[in-house]
């Protein structure tokens, strides 16, 4: 069964850290580009970051480039997302999922940035 789990999430004071993990099962994230998204309350879900198949490409929405690092590991087959020099705007659902051939979407992993 092909699937996601994402993890990781939580409260964190604005400036902290936290490190969010996206296990995949059913398929090989050596094999596809993978996302990271967010969704915050009343908003639409955006992509955040991207890393390429050969895992040697990434790419990150403006709001988060410096801050964020996503990487894979292919032993563990599961995508990570590290986010530092956290802000009350980063508040939101985290979500992964492959980039060119979407599978069914996680329950994703919440973020909360607030003192």
């Known amino acids: 069964q092909v699937r996601v789990v994402e993890s990781g999430g939580g409260l ?4 902290g850290s936290l490190r969010l ?6 398929f090989f994230v050596s094999r596809y580009s993978m996302s ?19 895992g040697d490409g990434t790419v990150y929405v403006d709001s988060v480039k410096g801050r964020f690092t ?14 530092n020099s956290l802000k009350p ?7 992964c999922n492959r980039k060119f ?3 069914t ?5 919440q973020v909360t940035v607030s003192s």
């Open 36 to 54: 990271w998204y967010r969704q915050a309350p009343g908003k639409e879900r955006g992509l955040v970051a991207d890393i390429t198949s050969n």
């Open 101 to 103: 051939v979407p599978t």
């Open 21 to 26: 993990s996206c296990a995949a099962s059913g």
């Open 12 to 15: 964190v004071q604005p400036g």
């Open 105 to 109: 979407w996680g329950r994703g992993t």
């Open 89 to 95: 705007e980063d508040t939101a659902v985290y979500y």
């Open 70 to 83: 996503i990487s894979r590991d292919t032993a563990k087959n599961t995508v990570s997302l590290q986010m």
